[in-house]
């Protein structure tokens, strides 16, 4: 059964610095996402790509985040400067052919010390 | 505000017992309607898609009633592997799901 997949598992950083989340969606998937889930809080929604731009975006979303589509398989988020409360678990996921049923990948655990 | 309000629970039944979830959420506009379920520290899976009439998958029955803005999961015979949250979830417009909080069952023998 094809899945999202996430690399690393868990990111370990310094508050200041830059982190690159990597995801890579189900392959025939067309609208890729990334959550993220404080702990012991609910699934928050950060951004939505279709067709190789943003589609919408939270307002947790700002101009230290971004997102990329290197190449035709990955999907990465850009935190361009973290902060200690930046650290969650953040998700990737995938649906196709619309927005409705998607699937999400096991998750970074991104810790900001 | 967008919200999604769900009973945090925790439900503690027995095997085999039936038990129900429930979920409402604020926006009147709300397009597609989903019940997840997250074991700890993992990701939210997906159980099923709720739709205007009523969907049923084995032992999962879903229900959405959009005069009351409602949606509820019904969960029969319950087993030991039904031990997990259950997260209620909306998209109201565009493309975003948006969570509720969870709520956490939790099935002994």
């Known amino acids: 059964e094809p899945e999202v997949t996430q690399t690393p598992s868990h990111q370990v950083t310094q508050m200041g610095q830059e982190v690159i989340l990597r995801c890579v969606p189900i392959?025939?998937?067309?609208?890729f996402y990334w959550y993220r889930q404080i702990l012991g809080q609910k699934v928050e929604f950060l951004v939505s790509?279709?067709?190789?731009?943003?589609?919408?975006k939270s307002e947790i979303f700002d101009d230290q985040f971004s997102v990329e589509r290197p190449d035709g398989s990955n999907f990465t988020l850009k935190i361009r400067s973290t902060k200690l409360e930046d650290s969650a678990m953040y998700f990737c996921?995938?649906?196709?052919?619309?927005?409705?049923?998607?699937?999400f990948g096991p998750g970074t655990r991104l810790t900001v010390l | 505000r967008k919200e999604v309000e769900q009973d945090p629970g925790p439900f503690n039944v027995p095997e085999g017992a039936t038990v129900a979830f429930n979920c409402t959420y604020s926006n009147s506009a709300s397009q597609s309607f989903f019940w997840y379920r997250q074991d700890c520290r993992k990701e939210p899976k997906l159980l099923m898609s709720v739709y205007s009439s009523g969907n049923e998958d084995g032992r999962f029955t879903a229900q959405l009633n959009r005069a009351s803005q409602y949606i509820s999961l019904l969960i029969r015979d319950s087993k030991l592997s039904d031990s997990a949250t259950y997260l209620c979830?909306?998209?109201?417009?565009?493309?975003?799901?948006?969570f509720g909080k969870g709520t956490t069952l939790s099935v002994s023998s």
């Open positions: 996921a995938s649906s196709a052919p619309g927005p409705n049923e998607q699937f």
């Open positions: 979830v909306v998209i109201e417009a565009g493309t975003a799901l948006i």
């Open positions: 392959s025939n998937h067309l609208y």
């Open positions: 790509f279709y067709n190789n731009e943003i589609s919408e």
